[in-house]
C-alpha cells in the first residue's frame, strides 16, 4: 500500500458507497482509498475494476495512512449506530484538521449533533445528503454538503468532480453549516413523496376514468415529458406502466402488490415541518397515504363501506386527461412551494444561511425530482431572494391561473366518484387557504379561549384578550405573557 497516496476516502463499500468509490477513481486528479469492514468486499471492488484509481485498505490504520493530509473521508454505512460507530474509528486515527463526511440519510438533528462532538476534538464534520440512487451515485448524484468552510475549500473541488451537471453547472453547493445539508435532503425527499403521490393519483384517474391500459398511459406520461411537466420521475412512470410481466403477460403494475414502502425521511419532513410550524399537507398526504396503503389489514375489511353508486366515465378521454395534466401540474407546484417553505423555516430556526435558488438548481440534475421546472424556481428567487411564498411567483400565478379551473373539477370528480385523490385534494386546500382573505381560525382561537383561557389578540387595537365567557361575557385585556 502506498503512504499518502489518495487524496478521498470512502468507508462502507456496498452499492452505493462502491458505486461513489468508482465515480471518484474515474474523475481526473482522484485517487481513492478504500475500505469496508468485510474485507471481501474490498476485495472484490478493486478485482472488478482494475482500472480504477483505487488504494484499498484492510483496516482503519492502513486507511488513514493512505490519504493525504487533511485527510478527508466519506462514510457511505448504514445510519444511526453504525454510522457512529465509523466515526468513532476515523477519530482513533485521525488527526485534528481531518474531515469526516457522512454521506448517509442521516436524521439532520443527529448530524448537528455529531458535528458538535467532531468539533470538540478538532475535526471536521460534513453531513452530505447524496441524491439519485445508485445510478447517480455512479454518474453524477446531486450533493447536498453542510459542515464548516475551512472543510469545503478541500471539499468542493472534489465534490465538483464527481457532481451531476446541469446546463454546465455542477449540482453542488455548500448548503450551510452543520446539518443544512442533511436537512435539505430530508426536504428533497418529502418533496419526491409528494410528487410520486401525485403522479399516482393521475395515473388512477385516468385509468379509472378512460379505461385506458397501463401502456396506453404511459403514451401519455412520454408525451407529457416533453413539456412543462418534463422531470425524471414522469420518464420513468411511463417506462414502469410499459413493463410487461414475464411470468403472467399482464401489466406489471397490475401484478405489484398496492403497498409502498417508505424509508423514514418522507415522516421525517412532515415532523419537523409541525414542529417549526410549516403546512406541507400535500407531502403530509403523501407520506399518509404510503401508510394508508401498507395497512392491508383494514383495507380488506373496508371493501364493503358505502361509496358512490354506478360506474365511473368520462365523456371526452381527451379534455379529462388535459385536466388531469393541468391539476398534476398545479398541485406539484404547491409541494415545491411548501417544501422550499420548510427550508426556509429551518433555516431561521437553526442558523443556517441557505441559498433557496442554488438549492433548487443542484435539484436540477443528478436528483430523483429533478425537473424541468426548477430553473424556474431558480429563476423566481433570483429575482426575489426573500420571496415568501414560492408559488406567488409571477411565472407560478400564471400557471396556477391556466390550470385551476381543471384542478377544482379534478378534485371534484375523484371525490363524487369515491376515487382518493388525497394529495390533489389537499394541496388545493393548501391554495385556498392561502387565498382567503379571513379563515375560520377565529372561531378556534374563540373556542380555546372558552375552555382552556388561551386568549386571542383582535383585529382593531393591539394586545392580548380573554373573554369572560360564563355569566355576563365580558372581555378584560390579558396579562402581557411574553
Same mark, same amino acid.
Given at each position: 500500500?502506498?503512504?499518502?497516496?489518495?487524496?478521498?476516502?470512502?468507508?462502507?463499500?456496498?452499492?452505493?458507497?462502491?458505486?461513489? /468509490?468508482?465515480?471518484?477513481?474515474?474523475?481526473?486528479?482522484?485517487?481513492?482509498?478504500? =475500505?469496508?469492514?468485510?474485507?471481501?468486499?474490498?476485495?472484490?471492488?478493486?478485482?472488478?475494476?482494475?482500472? +480504477?484509481?483505487?488504494?484499498?485498505?484492510?483496516?482503519?490504520?492502513?486507511?488513514?495512512?493512505? &490519504?493525504?493530509?487533511?485527510?478527508?473521508?466519506?462514510?457511505?454505512?448504514?445510519?444511526?449506530?453504525?454510522?457512529?460507530?465509523?466515526?468513532?474509528?476515523?477519530?482513533?486515527?485521525?488527526?485534528?484538521?481531518?474531515?469526516?463526511?457522512?454521506?448517509?440519510?442521516?436524521?439532520?438533528?443527529?448530524?448537528?449533533?455529531?458535528?458538535?462532538?467532531?468539533?470538540?476534538? $478538532?475535526?471536521?464534520? %460534513?453531513?452530505?445528503?447524496?441524491?439519485?440512487?445508485?445510478?447517480?451515485?455512479?454518474?453524477?448524484?446531486?450533493?447536498?454538503?453542510?459542515?464548516?468552510?475551512?472543510? *469545503?475549500?478541500?471539499? $468542493?473541488?472534489?465534490?465538483?468532480?464527481?457532481?451531476?451537471?446541469?446546463? $454546465?453547472?455542477?449540482?453542488?453547493?455548500?448548503?450551510?453549516?452543520? !446539518?443544512?445539508?442533511?436537512?435539505?435532503?430530508? %426536504?428533497?425527499? !418529502?418533496?419526491?413523496?409528494?410528487?410520486?403521490?401525485?403522479?399516482?393519483?393521475?395515473?388512477?384517474?385516468?385509468?379509472?376514468?378512460?379505461?385506458?391500459?397501463? +401502456?396506453?398511459?404511459?403514451?401519455?406520461?412520454?408525451?407529457?415529458?416533453?413539456?412543462?411537466?418534463?422531470?425524471?420521475?414522469?420518464?420513468?412512470?411511463?417506462?414502469?406502466?410499459?413493463?410487461?410481466?414475464?411470468?403472467?403477460?399482464?401489466?406489471?403494475?397490475?401484478?405489484?402488490?398496492?403497498?409502498?414502502?417508505?424509508?423514514?425521511?418522507?415522516? *421525517?419532513?412532515?415532523?419537523?415541518?409541525?414542529?417549526?410550524?410549516?403546512?406541507? #399537507?400535500?407531502?403530509?398526504?403523501?407520506?399518509?397515504?404510503?401508510?394508508?396503503?401498507?395497512?392491508?389489514?383494514?383495507?380488506?375489511?373496508?371493501?364493503? &363501506?358505502?361509496?358512490?353508486?354506478?360506474?365511473?366515465?368520462? /365523456?371526452?378521454?381527451?379534455?379529462?386527461?388535459?385536466?388531469?395534466?393541468?391539476?398534476?401540474?398545479?398541485?406539484?407546484?404547491?409541494?415545491?412551494?411548501? !417544501?422550499?417553505?420548510?427550508?426556509?423555516?429551518?433555516?431561521?430556526?437553526?442558523? *443556517?444561511?441557505?441559498?433557496?435558488?442554488?438549492?433548487?438548481?443542484?435539484?436540477?440534475?443528478?436528483?430523483?425530482?429533478?425537473?424541468?421546472?426548477?430553473?424556474?424556481?431558480?429563476?423566481?428567487?433570483?429575482?426575489?431572494?426573500?420571496?415568501?411564498?414560492?408559488?406567488? +411567483?409571477?411565472?407560478?400565478?400564471?400557471?396556477?391561473?391556466?390550470?385551476?379551473? #381543471?384542478?377544482?373539477?379534478?378534485?371534484?370528480?375523484?371525490?363524487?366518484? $369515491?376515487?382518493?385523490?388525497?394529495?390533489?385534494?389537499?394541496?388545493?386546500?393548501?391554495?385556498?387557504?392561502?387565498?382567503?382573505?379571513? &379563515?375560520?381560525?377565529?372561531?378556534?382561537?374563540?373556542?380555546?379561549?372558552?375552555?382552556?383561557?388561551?386568549?386571542?389578540?383582535?383585529?382593531?387595537?393591539? !394586545?392580548? =384578550?380573554?373573554?369572560?365567557? #360564563?355569566?355576563?361575557?365580558?372581555?378584560?385585556?390579558?396579562?402581557?405573557?411574553?
Amino acid at each position: 500500500m502506498t503512504e499518502n497516496a489518495a487524496n478521498i476516502g470512502v468507508v462502507g463499500l456496498a452499492v452505493m458507497g462502491s458505486n461513489l /468509490a468508482r465515480n471518484l477513481a474515474s474523475r481526473e486528479g482522484n485517487t481513492v482509498a478504500v =475500505f469496508n469492514r468485510s474485507a471481501e468486499k474490498t476485495e472484490h471492488l478493486v478485482a472488478e475494476h482494475p482500472e +480504477a484509481e483505487f488504494v484499498p485498505a484492510f483496516s482503519y490504520q492502513e486507511f488513514a495512512a493512505s &490519504l493525504q493530509q487533511p485527510r478527508t473521508a466519506i462514510i457511505m454505512v448504514k445510519a444511526g449506530r453504525p454510522t457512529d460507530a465509523v466515526i468513532d474509528e476515523l477519530m482513533n486515527v485521525f488527526e485534528p484538521g481531518d474531515i469526516i463526511i457522512d454521506g448517509g440519510n442521516a436524521l439532520f438533528t443527529d448530524t448537528i449533533r455529531r458535528e458538535q462532538t467532531v468539533r470538540e476534538r $478538532g475535526f471536521n464534520f %460534513v453531513g452530505m445528503g447524496v441524491s439519485g440512487g445508485e445510478e447517480g451515485a455512479l454518474l453524477g448524484p446531486s450533493l447536498m454538503p453542510g459542515g464548516p468552510d475551512e472543510a *469545503w475549500v478541500t471539499l $468542493g473541488p472534489i465534490l465538483r468532480s464527481i457532481a451531476a451537471v446541469a446546463e $454546465g453547472e455542477p449540482c453542488v453547493t455548500h448548503v450551510g453549516h452543520d !446539518g443544512a445539508g442533511h436537512f435539505v435532503k430530508m %426536504v428533497h425527499n !418529502g418533496i419526491e413523496y409528494a410528487d410520486m403521490q401525485l403522479i399516482a393519483e393521475a395515473y388512477d384517474l385516468i385509468r379509472r376514468g378512460t379505461g385506458k391500459t397501463p +401502456a396506453e398511459i404511459a403514451d401519455i406520461f412520454a408525451e407529457w415529458n416533453t413539456g412543462e411537466l418534463e422531470s425524471y420521475l414522469i420518464e420513468i412512470t411511463a417506462e414502469v406502466l410499459r413493463q410487461t410481466d414475464a411470468a403472467t403477460g399482464q401489466p406489471l403494475v397490475d401484478i405489484i402488490l398496492d403497498s409502498a414502502g417508505a424509508k423514514g425521511t418522507g415522516a *421525517w419532513t412532515v415532523q419537523t415541518a409541525l414542529d417549526l410550524g410549516v403546512p406541507v #399537507s400535500g407531502i403530509a398526504e403523501a407520506t399518509f397515504a404510503r401508510s394508508l396503503s401498507s395497512h392491508r389489514e383494514q383495507r380488506a375489511v373496508s371493501g364493503d &363501506l358505502p361509496g358512490p353508486e354506478g360506474e365511473f366515465t368520462v /365523456a371526452d378521454a381527451d379534455a379529462f386527461i388535459e385536466q388531469v395534466r393541468l391539476a398534476l401540474y398545479a398541485s406539484k407546484i404547491v409541494a415545491y412551494s411548501q !417544501g422550499f417553505d420548510e427550508i426556509r423555516a429551518g433555516a431561521a430556526q437553526y442558523g *443556517w444561511t441557505i441559498d433557496l435558488g442554488a438549492v433548487s438548481k443542484i435539484w436540477r440534475a443528478g436528483c430523483i425530482i429533478r425537473a424541468q421546472f426548477l430553473n424556474r424556481i431558480a429563476d423566481a428567487y433570483a429575482a426575489e431572494p426573500e420571496l415568501p411564498v414560492l408559488l406567488t +411567483a409571477p411565472y407560478f400565478v400564471e400557471a396556477l391561473q391556466r390550470a385551476q379551473s #381543471s384542478w377544482r373539477e379534478i378534485v371534484q370528480v375523484a371525490a363524487g366518484a $369515491g376515487i382518493p385523490a388525497p394529495a390533489f385534494s389537499s394541496s388545493l386546500s393548501y391554495y385556498d387557504g392561502l387565498r382567503a382573505e379571513r &379563515l375560520p381560525a377565529a372561531l378556534i382561537q374563540g373556542q380555546r379561549d372558552f375552555f382552556g383561557a388561551h386568549t386571542y389578540r383582535r383585529i382593531d387595537k393591539e !394586545g392580548t =384578550f380573554h373573554t369572560l365567557w #360564563s355569566g355576563d361575557r365580558s372581555e378584560i385585556e390579558a396579562e402581557d405573557t411574553h
